[in-house]
């Protein structure tokens, strides 16, 4: 479920609490110290009496001015000898203003949503600290692996241990909504709550049985003996399925029939189901389930991959749909706690230039990009002509790191690493579809 939520404080907040950021040993270089003359754990402000670093906060402004340089240099307004910091942005604000005060946002609200966590007891444990490296280990070879890694951090301000700390983050607030909107608790959802949640972000949630009728392999049409084979067998199922009245009976004999029958290849990753919004699965099988009510079983649906019986399922139980209900809920309460958040800035920040700093953190990736060029050229000199290729391919990674740095105003990607990249939002705000492998989507 991890992979699938991620959102948070609505557009500007997006991009932050959901990655499950990456994590590993300690680095002892300062980027901060490298861009901007001054430590990493410089304050930058308080929040409720509570630091923020210099490295937790110019990550932010690392994000936003890249987002912000990229779309204001493409919309081509500036006048003269103008910095596209200076330009007016909205409302009399400048755009260096604007990026500034969204990058402080950000790091506001990951202080309070610590903060509050450790008031109410949710901590980053020792399982959240394995599911990070074991998400690390797969984004680092992603990314082609620990050296790029480690000058993408740098590009972004950051350390290792910086890196993780803002990941936990992610870990403590999926323990919040889990723990403070729990069955029992006084904000609890009611099931109309949730499919009041469930109808308002067109959420549909079912289980399906799959004949298929089609080769996986080769994407052709069975043989039409096999085909018909098919059929006979979904009609005999739903035939079982029919005489039953009993819902909670219905439903077990349902999961006993899919497991044994269905051909779906994402049935292990989903054994609870699916839940999608519209245009996430084929049209056959998005109608067939609209079709229904919740606990009711459908005909027999075609598609082109196959004969589906489908079950749409309640909101109400859906454990997917009540955890980013939760996380919405949270989402909203962390969006009243920012507000009421008591801020002093220090002098640093008062002074902090963003022209400035773009300018100092572009030369400074200019010089680690450099050094990784020349390593890899030196590296490459004796591998008869491979180095074109090798620089390439390095240049290449660095670009795909670079992009998972994602939309700012957007929100994110998927895996745990998404969060310092994009921001995959901890506190929550839709739920994606669920994987629903290679049989139902289009």
Same mark, same amino acid.
């Given at each position: 479920?991890? /992979?699938?939520?991620?959102?948070? &404080? ?11 950021? &990456? ?16 430590? *990493? ?6 929040? %409720? ?17 890249? #987002? ?8 081509? /307004? ?17 755009? *260096?203003? =604007?990026?500034? #005060? ?14 509050? *966590?450790?008031?109410? *007891? ?8 394995? $599911? ?13 692996? $620990? ?10 301000? &950051? ?5 993780? %700390? ?37 959420? !549909? ?7 298929? +009728? ?7 049409? !069975? ?11 979904? @009609?005999? !199922? ?7 009245t009993d819902p909670a009976e219905l439903e077990t004999k349902f999961d006993e029939l899919m497991n044994q029958y269905s051909e779906d290849t994402g049935l292990e990753a989903n054994p609870d189901g699916y839940v999608f919004t519209s245009g996430q699965m084929v049209e056959p099988f998005e109608e067939g389930t609209r079709a229904l009510d919740y606990g009711q079983i ?30 919405? #809920?949270? =989402? ?13 800035? +220090? ?5 902090? /230039? ?14 680690? /990009? ?26 290449? +990674? #660095?670009? $795909?790191?670079? +992009?998972? @740095? ?7 990607? $998927? ?14 705000? %839709? ?12």
């Amino acid at each position: 479920m991890k /992979n699938w939520i991620r959102r948070a &404080l609505g557009a500007a907040m997006a991009l932050t609490l959901t990655a499950g950021l &990456l994590s590993g040993c300690g680095s002892a270089e300062d980027p901060v110290q490298e861009v901007m003359g001054y430590p *990493g754990s410089t304050v930058m402000f308080t929040v %409720n009496g509570s630091d923020v670093t210099a490295e937790e906060y110019l990550f932010w402004l690392a994000q936003y001015t890249d #987002q912000a340089s990229a779309y204001l240099t493409s919309m081509g /307004n500036v006048e003269g000898d103008q910095s596209i910091w200076d330009m007016d942005f909205y409302n009399g604000t400048t755009a *260096g203003e =604007s990026v500034k #005060q969204a990058a402080q946002q950000n790091a506001i609200l990951y202080n309070v949503v610590t903060a509050h *966590g450790e008031e109410g *007891g949710y901590t980053y444990t020792d399982e959240d600290k394995a $599911d990070f490296q074991e998400s690390l280990s797969a984004q680092v070879e992603q990314m082609g692996g $620990d050296e790029v890694f480690e000058t993408w951090l740098k590009s972004m301000c &950051l350390t290792r241990e910086g890196f993780e %700390n803002m990941s936990s983050v992610t870990y403590i607030n999926q323990h919040m909504a889990d723990g403070m909107y729990r069955e029992g608790t006084d904000l609890a959802p009611t099931p109309e709550d949730l499919r009041t949640y469930a109808d308002e972000n067109d959420y !549909l949630a079912a289980k399906h049985i799959l004949l298929l +009728t089609v080769d996986q392999t080769t994407q052709e049409a !069975l043989p039409q003996e096999e085909i018909d084979q098919k059929r006979a067998t979904a @009609e005999d !199922l739903l035939a079982q399925l029919q005489a039953i009245t009993d819902p909670a009976e219905l439903e077990t004999k349902f999961d006993e029939l899919m497991n044994q029958y269905s051909e779906d290849t994402g049935l292990e990753a989903n054994p609870d189901g699916y839940v999608f919004t519209s245009g996430q699965m084929v049209e056959p099988f998005e109608e067939g389930t609209r079709a229904l009510d919740y606990g009711q079983i459908s005909d027999i649906v075609e598609s082109d991959y196959g004969f589906h019986i489908i079950l749409r399922l309640d909101p109400a139980e859906v454990e997917l749909i009540r955890s980013d209900w939760a996380l919405n #809920q949270l =989402s909203q309460q962390s969006t009243q706690w920012v507000e009421e958040a008591e801020i002093v800035t +220090t002098e640093t920040y008062d002074n902090l /230039n963003v022209g400035d700093f773009y300018e100092k953190l572009t030369t400074y990736r200019d010089a680690l /990009n450099g050094t990784e060029e020349s390593d890899s050229t030196s590296d490459t000199q004796d591998t008869s002509g491979s180095d074109t290729q090798t620089q390439e391919e390095t240049s290449d +990674t #660095q670009a $795909d790191a670079n +992009t998972q @740095e994602g939309d700012a105003d957007t929100g994110t990607t $998927d895996g745990e690493a998404d969060a310092a990249s994009t921001g995959e939002d901890a506190s929550g705000d %839709n739920a994606d579809s669920a994987d629903t492998g290679d049989t139902t989507t289009e």
